[in-house]
């Protein structure tokens, strides 16, 4: 089975060229000169942040530079290894290429041609996932979860994790009653006047019960929150452009006015207008 590229390979190799030239201890720049690993990989994390806000606004247009923007980073990482001489962005292309066939014997191998569902095959990636560890050697069932994830993403990744070995609530029913009983102990810490650090630590569990609860859903927390930004910045905008026609700013009015431009732009979203 082929598969037919559109991008040339002079494309890449003009990404790769400027990467380098960049990084060049003499003609590069110098703040591109003087990152590493460690202070490029929050600017990693936030370029995919960008693109999954892009996505939750329907900016096909920003989703288009957004996601330049992360191949940047894919580039600059690769790079960087290069000069260390870990692995090159070809060892990396190689890399994903290899693990895609591999875990898609459906489409590419033995198993060509077998129709099976998504479900299914999120199931076999799982399996395929722990086979390979296996072959690494002993550890945690816990060992594949990546450390690099945003938080929200890692919580569920633990929790899919260790409910591979039936350590999960049966149905969803009891994560509401979990959900509830962590906001009620994070209100009695409050009431208690507990440090920071405890309300941190109670806020936490409810986080990752809500992250539960969102995977029993099957829904994505991230996602989520992200389009529930997107929903409270259009809503925002909209009460200051009411608040404008009137001649008001939201700065000056109490809590109850601002409220009502609020549910004036909340209705209006209802209705498809914003």
């Known amino acids: 089975m082929s598969t ?8 890449i190799t003009r990404l790769l060229a400027i990467m380098a030239t960049l990084r060049d201890p003499v003609a590069g720049c110098p703040w591109d000169v003087k990152q590493d690993f460690d202070s490029i990989a929050p600017y990693t994390l936030e370029e ?3 693109v999954a806000e892009a996505i939750a606004r329907r900016d096909w ?14 580039v600059f990482h690769a790079q960087m290894a290069e000069e260390a001489g870990h692995f090159g962005f070809p060892d990396v292309v190689a890399a994903i290429c290899d693990k895609m066939v591999r875990r898609h014997p459906h489409v590419f191998g033995d198993e060509q041609g077998l129709k099976i ?3 299914e095959q999120t199931r076999r990636w799982a399996e395929q996932k722990a086979a390979e560890r296996a072959a690494a050697g002993p550890g945690s069932l816990i060992d594949g979860v990546k ?13 899919k994790a260790v409910a591979r070995i ?5 149905d969803i029913g009891p994560v509401y009653a979990k959900l509830a009983e962590e906001v009620g102990e994070l209100q009695a810490a409050q009431a208690a006047g507990s440090a920071t650090d405890k309300l941190a630590d ?7 019960v809500a992250a539960n609860l969102a995977r029993h859903l099957g829904v994505d927390p991230a996602q989520a929150l992200t389009m529930t ?3 409270f910045e259009r809503r925002f905008r909209r009460m200051e452009a009411l608040a404008a026609a009137e001649g008001v700013t939201l700065d000056g009015l109490d809590l109850e006015a601002q409220d009502r431009y609020w549910d004036r732009a909340k209705a209006e979203d209802h209705a498809g207008k914003l």
């Open 117 to 119: 569902s998504a479900e």
């Open 48 to 50: 995919a942040h960008e």
């Open 229 to 231: 930004n997107a929903k």
């Open 61 to 74: 247009k920003g989703l288009c530079e957004e996601l330049g923007d992360l191949l940047l980073q894919v």
């Open 147 to 159: 450390n690099g994830q945003p938080p929200l993403a890692r919580a569920v990744a633990l929790q």
């Open 4 to 11: 037919t590229l559109h991008l040339s390979p002079e494309g």
């Open 166 to 170: 039936g350590f999960d609530w049966p």
């Open 202 to 208: 109670e806020l936490g569990d409810v986080l990752f």
